[in-house]
Antibody
């Protein structure tokens, strides 16, 4: 069974940092692009970043580029998101998600499995 | 930036067909996915690559992409289908989600 479990969420002050982890199991982790997606309270989904199988390529949405860093440890089947200089607008549930597809290029990828989410609260 | 537009809400009676639209430019050049999110739960993939259904998803879910509009169709809607639904597509190395549609089964 494919499972992804996020951890590391919590309360942080504006300007602070937090590191999220995602422990994956039930599939060959090294074979997949992995992503982080967030959802602010009562709002929709927002893709944040993704990372290639070997970690050699990383992509970010403009709103987090330069503040957030995605990484992975294939030996530990784990995905990470280092978040720096957090603002109140970063308060959200953060999901790790597996990317599948790609047979026709990048445009046919989709998020086929999601973790349960980690809640990040930014407040003084 | 690329935007996908969904109606905020759709209502349907049990047993009827629900259709949720997702519009944007250049839709014909990309592929769509749809996700179901029940309150307090993580999103679940229900349609990928426009019209494919994961094996664990019920056959009443179907998808299409025509011109500038992608559509999620739920035939014989059941109360358990009440949820938010999000469309998603790729553009210029960015994964974009629609704003979401709340499906109410009355």
């Amino acid at each position: 069974e494919v499972m992804m479990v996020e951890s590391g969420g919590g309360l942080v002050q504006p300007g602070g940092s937090l590191r999220l982890s995602c422990a994956a199991s039930g599939f060959r982790f090294i074979s997949y692009w992995m992503s982080w997606v967030r959802q602010a309270p009562g709002k929709g989904l927002e893709w944040l970043a993704d990372i290639k199988q070997d970690g050699s390529e990383k992509f970010y949405v403009d709103s987090v580029r330069g503040r957030f860093t995605i990484s992975r440890d294939n030996a530990k089947n784990s995905l990470y998101l280092q978040m720096n200089n957090l603002g109140v607008e970063d308060a959200a549930v953060y999901y790790c998600a597996r990317l599948s597809g790609g047979q026709l290029g990048e445009k046919d990828y989709y998020f086929d499995y999601w973790g349960q989410g980690a809640l990040v609260t930014v407040s003084s | 930036s690329y935007e996908l537009t969904q109606p905020p809400s759709v209502s349907v009676s049990p047993g009827q067909t629900a259709t949720i639209s997702c519009s944007g430019h250049k839709l014909g050049d990309t592929y769509f996915s749809w996700y179901q999110q029940r309150p307090g739960q993580s999103p679940v993939l229900v349609i990928y690559q426009n019209d494919k259904r994961p094996s664990q998803i019920f056959e009443r879910f179907s998808g299409s992409n025509s011109g500038n509009t992608a559509t999620l169709t739920i035939s014989g809607t059941q109360a358990v289908d009440e949820a938010h639904y999000y469309c998603q597509a790729w553009d210029s190395r960015t994964w974009v989600f629609g704003g979401g549609t709340k499906l109410t089964v009355l």
